[in-house]
Nanobody, 126 residues
Framework: QVQLVESGGGSAQAGGSLRLSCQIS????????MGWFRQAPGKEREWVAL???????RIRESVKGRFTIARDNADNTLYLQMNSLKPEDTALYYC????????????????????WGQGTQVTVSS
């Protein structure tokens, strides 16, 4: 059974940093699309940072230069390093995975991901 468990969320001041972790267990596929999504109160879920087993990376324009995504294959963990945080980064952050390489359009849509974590809250104050 595949499980994704996020951690590392919390409160930060604007300009601060947080690192989110997504521990992945039971995932035996070598092919994958994985990523971080977020949902702020009253807003739709949006993708933040994506990666796949071909090594492709995509970073949302609004966080480019501030957020980075990385996967550590040795310990099956997906990371999201968030620097220079802004109040508008406040949201519930989720990691997601699916055992296929999604094309460029589908990778942006959460509905194509099979496995999801429970989410971790990030709150940035000004």
């Amino acid at each position: 059974q595949v499980q994704l468990v996020e951690s590392g969320g919390g409160s930060a001041q604007a300009g601060g940093s947080l690192r989110l972790s997504c521990q992945i267990s039971g995932y035996t596929y070598t092919t994958y699309s994985m990523g971080w999504f977020r949902q702020a109160p009253g807003k739709e879920r949006e993708w933040v940072a994506l990666t796949n087993s071909d090594g492709k990376l995509r970073i949302r324009e609004s966080v480019k230069g501030r957020f980075t995504i990385a996967r550590d294959n040795a310990d099956n963990t997906l990371y999201l390093q968030m620097n220079s945080l802004k109040p508008e980064d406040t949201a519930l952050y989720y990691c997601a995975a699916t055992p296929v390489i999604l094309n460029s359009n589908r990778a942006l849509e959460g509905r194509y991901y099979t496995y999801w974590g429970q989410g971790t809250q990030v709150t940035v104050s000004s």
